[in-house]
């Protein structure tokens, strides 16, 4: 049976048909067979006794046994029951009607019989009389399986719940998990593609399970690898008409240079224009070629920087930048030399990104703040700036490509969205991380973390 609802099904019948079983076998293994089993009886030594008055009874008569069942308590009155010849009750008490079958098998050939009243087992007793008549005695000796039953549930109480509890746990623990695993690695899948590798497959780890979920891990990864191949085509597109921009926008700078030439002095306002719609063209040309196809770059980190140097580098680059809006650079660092393993400029044009940024939301006369704290294994970069931060809820989608908040959205401050994007892709392709938070009393700040190289690099 190969669906889920008919695994599930059988598992949850067989399970319980087996606990049934269980239990009853358990609760009468002893109680089969036919009521002449003495195992069933209770009372031993009243069956002696009543045995032992009837040989009484034949020599002195049936008003012994009469004499004697009067002298028992009401329990064992209840037990005993004797009818004379004319069938009457000997104490005038009624017969139940389940007796009569036995009674009526009682006769000269077969004086003692079994058989069952009120479900019990019991034994009758044929005794003629020297005076010719005769006494049927009628001995209930047990009683009835569900008396039996709620007395060994009862005596047994504890041990019967210890063993059914591990019994039902250990089915219910193999049949949740056998359940809950697929879901398990489907989740996980989710959250992997969620987190941006579109290469992970579910398919291998669903294989052996039901035809359903073999179905919708086969359409799981039939809708990754879809959605994987439109983004590697998207990027693949933007990379190709960035390249084919970048011909028209070569003419485009060189007719604005001989333009330029010429020496008009009237031209001169729209020529700088254009000059600088051309460059910041060119600026999302580069961003966007920076920009990987696939998410992940398996380009080897063979060049080694060290990070107090290259932030005190980058400030000084960008102090002109800086300068025109009266911003600070304030570097902190508690260790003297950090070295990180990078591939050519590409972690200096990562950094150089959040560095501008910050210049680019701090307010005219602020500071910004970078300090720098490293342990036995990692480096820690802290970008805060004096501006006024990003809302909550947008903190993790500036990361992502052409993403600009409703406060940034004019291209003298917001520029076009690609500067953190690649920040972050480049972070983690050195195998660090990026994160951003709204610093108290400050902006943003900006949190990246680096693996740090051996000392004995």
């Not at 045995?51 to 009874?57: F, G, K, Q, V, W």
Request: hydrophobic content about 40%; proline content about 5%; overall charge neutral.
């Amino acid at each position: 049976m190969s669906s889920l609802f008919g695994r599930m099904f059988l598992g949850a019948w067989l399970t319980a048909v087996v606990m049934v079983l269980a239990s009853v076998y358990i609760t009468h293994f002893r109680e089969f067979g036919d009521p002449r089993q003495k195992d069933r009886w209770e009372g031993p030594e009243l069956f002696r006794e009543i045995t032992h008055n009837l040989r009484m009874t034949r020599r002195h008569g049936s008003d012994h046994f009469q004499h004697w069942l009067e002298q028992q308590p009401s329990n064992v009155q209840q037990k005993v029951f004797a009818l004379d010849r004319n069938g009457r009750e000997i104490l005038g008490r009624p017969i139940p009607q389940s007796m009569a079958p036995l009674i009526a098998s009682l006769n000269y050939r077969n004086r003692e019989a079994h058989g069952l009243v009120d479900k019990k087992p019991t034994v009758g007793f044929f005794l003629p009389q020297r005076d010719g008549g005769n006494l049927r005695v009628i001995f209930i000796a047990g009683k009835s399986k569900e008396q039996l039953l709620l007395r060994f549930l009862l005596d047994n109480f504890w041990p019967i719940l210890v063993l059914t509890t591990l019994a039902s746990g250990l089915a219910c623990y193999w049949l949740a998990r056998y359940l809950s695993k697929p879901l398990d690695n489907l989740r996980t899948a989710t959250r992997r593609v969620a987190a941006g590798d579109l290469s992970y497959r579910v398919t291998p780890t669903l294989r052996g399970h039901s035809r359903e979920l073999g179905e919708l891990a086969a359409d799981f990864d039939s809708m990754t690898a879809q959605l994987q191949e439109s983004m590697t085509e998207q990027r693949r597109l933007i990379k190709d008409v960035s390249h084919e921009l970048r011909s028209p926008l070569a003419r485009l700078q060189i007719a604005l240079g001989i333009a330029r030439q010429k020496n008009v002095v009237a031209l001169d306002p729209e020529l700088d224009k254009i000059g600088k719609a051309a460059d910041y063209l060119e600026d999302i040309i580069a961003d966007i070629l920076s920009l990987p196809v696939s998410g992940s770059d398996e380009r080897p980190l063979d060049d080694v920087v060290e990070i107090n140097s290259l932030l005190q580098a980058l400030t000084d680059d960008l102090g002109d930048e800086a300068q025109q809006k009266q911003v600070r650079f304030a570097i902190r660092s508690n260790s003297h030399e950090l070295l990180v393993a990078t591939r050519g400029s590409s972690l200096t044009a990562a950094l150089e990104n959040v560095l501008r940024n910050s210049i680019k939301y701090s307010p005219e006369s602020s500071q910004v703040d970078i300090s720098i704290e490293a342990t036995n294994t990692h480096c820690q970069i802290r970008v805060t700036d004096a501006g006024e931060g990003v809302p909550p809820q947008e903190l993790e989608a500036i990361f992502r490509p052409f993403y600009r908040t409703d406060e940034a959205r004019t291209r003298e401050s917001g520029g076009f969205g690609l500067g953190l994007a690649i920040a972050q892709r480049t972070i983690v392709q050195h195998g660090g991380s990026i994160d951003a938070f709204n610093a108290p009393d400050a902006g943003l700040c900006v949190r990246i973390k680096l693996p740090l190289l051996d000392d004995t690099f």
